[in-house]
């Protein structure tokens, strides 16, 4: 088990460092000037001189990069182009926005999506199977930021339950701010769950053909406490592959719903960065998210020994 921890541990560190890398490659090589862009087009050669000098970005790129990755592993994540503000800063505002959409939005799709993949397979060929799978089918198949405006025209323009955009901070207390997030993690999480469970429906049919299953019901377990017993704790491996890779992509992949429910998360605030060409602050995100789905995959795997106890002795294959 040690031994599996460290080699997971060090693999993790090297895809971290190669995914900086790439991250800082890929910006280096794109094409204009953040300093051009941030004094404008008509700027003096002498004023771009001195910006570039304060920005740091008159010193090679090989300097640039391991300096990058010593601040960053030191907590210093740099100061924002145009913010003028210290990154870390900017990222733990919006942070308070993004992870608890994210979470709040997995915890929707878990709750919708592991009892309705369990019934359609319990269910296997039948009218509530059939019906379960093809509501999930249109769940994958309908875009999230569709929905999101569906959602606005329903809940906050035709029932004024809820609010249609903004984000109304936790200073007010927990549901003043969950308020806001309801909607938006309702959009996210509706195709995830969809998605959940036609793989949770799988993963239980599967295990509903093993021999312990056999075994158990030929004993004398009812098919329900068999299903419930030994058939979904052992279905869960692949629920939980998907789950981590939901949460990853729940919390990188909200820039279009951050921009339809105009959220100040951190889909907004890399969008904004990108767009004027705040190469630090996409930096360090793009870092940030990117070291968030590979911590989240190592959670995955160490979650793997502790579902199957089969895994304890050989590890995840």
Same mark, same amino acid.
């Given at each position: !088990? ?15 460092? %190669? ?5 800082? $490659? =890929? ?16 700027? @003096? ?70 009892? =309705?993949?369990?019934? &359609? ?10 019906? &379960? !799978? ?5 769940? =994958? ?6 929905? *999101?405006? $569906? ?5 906050? =323009? ?5 609010? %249609? ?23 996210? #999480?509706?195709?995830?769950?969809? /998605? ?9 049919? +599967?295990?509903?053909? +093993? ?14 406490? #068999?299903?419930? @017993?030994?058939?979904?704790?052992? #279905? ?14 729940? $919390? %990188? *992949?909200?820039? /279009?719903? +951050? ?13 904004? %960065? /990108?767009?004027? @060409? ?33 895994? @304890? ?5």
């Amino acid at each position: !088990m040690l031994r599996f921890l460290a080699g997971r541990l060090l693999a993790l560190a090297l895809t971290l460092l %190669a995914a900086a890398a790439l991250i800082f $490659l =890929v910006l280096e090589v794109l094409p204009g000037d953040p300093a051009a862009l941030i004094l404008g087009v008509n700027a @003096r050669p002498d004023t771009l001189a001195t910006l570039h000098h304060q920005l740091g970005l008159d010193r090679p790129a090989a300097l640039r990069f391991p300096l990058w990755i010593f601040g960053l592993l030191r907590g210093d994540f740099g100061e924002s182009y145009t913010y003028h503000a210290p990154v870390a800063g900017l990222i733990a505002d919006r942070v308070m926005v993004s992870l608890p959409l994210a979470l709040l939005a997995l915890a929707l799709s878990t709750t919708l999506a592991i009892p =309705v993949g369990v019934f &359609a397979a319990a269910r296997r060929r039948r009218i509530g199977d059939t019906l &379960a !799978m093809a509501v999930a089918q249109l769940g =994958v198949a309908v875009p999230n930021f569709w929905l *999101g405006l $569906l959602l606005i025209l329903l809940f906050a =323009v035709k029932l004024a339950w809820l609010p %249609a955009s903004g984000f109304g901070g936790w200073s007010g207390g927990i549901w003043h701010g969950l308020r806001s997030l309801i909607l938006p993690a309702l959009a996210l #999480a509706l195709p995830q769950a969809a /998605i959940l469970a036609r793989v949770t429906r799988s993963a239980v049919l +599967e295990t509903l053909g +093993e021999d312990y299953l056999r075994t158990a019901l030929a004993k004398g377990l009812s098919r329900n406490a #068999a299903l419930w @017993r030994h058939a979904v704790p052992n #279905a869960l491996i692949p629920v939980f592959t998907i789950l981590g890779l939901q949460f990853s992509f729940l $919390l %990188a *992949g909200t820039i /279009i719903i +951050e921009n339809v429910f105009t959220l100040p998360g951190l889909g907004r605030l890399i969008f904004q %960065a /990108i767009a004027g @060409r705040d190469l630090i602050v996409v930096q360090d995100l793009v870092v940030l998210l990117a070291g968030s789905v590979i911590v989240v995959n190592f959670a995955v795997d160490i979650a793997y020994v502790l579902v199957d106890p089969r895994l @304890r002795q050989s590890g995840p294959r």
